[in-house]
């Protein structure tokens, strides 16, 4: 069982930055690929960054590529998502997941373990 715990959103304006944190419970941090996911209001949830275990392999939606960096440190259990250069388009509930896998998965039913999400607001 892992217990993900999400923090980091707030309100920023467009241009702004913003550090995402998801904190992991459990002692095998490392045998979980952690997604970040987002959902907007009236819209499904949808895939923003995938990292594996070990760290090497990374996936980014086409929408953040290049704007956000997700990245992990398994001696704390964390995962993060560094976002730069938001834009309103951006603003939604952001959701860490965790699955036990080596491969960094897309879509959100893949996943076994969510957090509670972090609102993350961007004004024009």
């Known amino acids: 069982q892992v217990q993900l715990v999400e923090s980091g959103g707030g309100l920023v304006q467009a241009g702004d930055s913003l550090r995402l944190s998801c904190a992991a419970s459990?002692?095998?941090?490392?045998?979980?690929?952690m997604g970040w996911f987002r959902q907007a209001p009236g819209k499904e949830r949808e895939f923003v960054a995938g990292?594996?275990?070990?760290?090497?392999?990374?996936l980014y939606a086409d929408s953040v590529k290049g704007r956000f960096t997700i990245s992990r440190d398994n001696a704390k259990n964390t995962v993060y998502l560094q976002m730069d250069n938001l834009k309103p388009e951006d603003t939604a509930v952001y959701y860490c997941a965790a699955d036990r896998t080596v491969f960094v998965l897309l879509h959100p039913a893949a996943y076994d373990y969510w957090g509670q999400g972090t609102q993350v607001t961007v004004s024009s």
């Open positions: 459990g002692r095998t941090f490392s045998g979980y690929t």
């Open positions: 990292i594996n275990g070990g760290g090497g392999n990374r």
